[in-house]
């Protein structure tokens, strides 16, 4: 079946970089594109991130642009984050997410996710 | 940027009872909304897709409607394991955006 697994998180101070990854199996990940969502401690969803299924284009959410670089390795069947200069307001679950559209370069629905990996950025 | 607003903030509901819950956006959407179902501790879960298609495993009672800039997902009959927060999405414009949620809760 499909998994997703997310790892990396951990408690950094701001400035401080991170490195998530999502490592998937059960499905042809080279096919799907993926994206983050995080979700701040009693807080609603947001979108953080979508790479296509081929790498060829990334798209970012205002608040991370920049800052953020999703990333894939294909041969490796992983999805990355790489977070740097975390600000307070970056806490929260990051959930990597399965595109629901297949070889496709537009945003489909998160038809499977991950457990998340809690990011904590504090002083 | 696509704003949702969600409505209400907070149904509270017997089971048995049916469930109305409200999507509104600031634009059109055409179909592409999404309804996610999140329960405490567990990630978010696919429900409805494209306004009115049931994901896969997704119970009958499940029904989602609505086009344009407003949605509605419908459980006919509440089951105790409906209680939950329900998330919509939007997939028609960049950046994609989220609902805040409406929190079902038993009455």
């Known amino acids: 079946q499909v998994q997703l697994v997310e790892s990396g998180g951990g408690v950094v101070q701001p400035g401080r970089s991170l490195r998530l990854s999502c490592v998937v199996s059960g499905f042809r990940f080279d096919t799907y594109g993926m994206h983050w969502v995080r979700q701040a401690p009693g807080k609603g969803l947001e979108w953080v991130a979508v790479?296509?299924?081929?790498?060829?284009?990334?798209f970012y959410a205002d608040s991370v642009r920049g800052r953020f670089t999703i990333s894939r390795d294909n041969s490796k069947n992983t999805l990355y984050l790489h977070m740097n200069s975390l600000r307070v307001e970056d806490t929260a679950l990051y959930y990597c997410?399965?595109?629901?559209?297949?070889?496709?370069?537009?945003?489909?629905?998160?038809?499977?996710w991950g457990q998340g990996t809690l990011v904590t950025v504090s002083s | 940027e696509i704003v949702l607003t969600q409505s209400p903030a907070t149904l509270s509901l017997s089971p048995g009872e049916r469930a109305t819950l409200s999507c509104r956006a600031s634009?059109?959407?055409?179909?592409?909304l999404a309804w996610y179902q999140q329960k405490p501790g567990q990630a978010p879960r696919l429900l409805m897709y494209?306004?009115?298609n049931r994901a896969t495993g997704i119970p009958a009672r499940f029904s989602g409607s609505g086009s344009g800039a407003d949605f509605t997902l419908t459980i006919s009959s509440l089951e105790p394991e409906d209680f939950a927060v329900y998330y919509c999405h939007q997939r028609s414009a960049w950046p994609i955006t989220f609902g805040q949620g409406t929190r079902l809760e038993i009455k």
């Open positions: 634009q059109s959407l055409n179909i592409y």
């Open positions: 997410a399965r595109d629901s559209l297949m070889a496709t370069r537009r945003p489909g629905y998160f038809d499977n």
């Open positions: 790479i296509w299924y081929d790498r060829s284009r990334t």
């Open positions: 494209d306004a009115s």
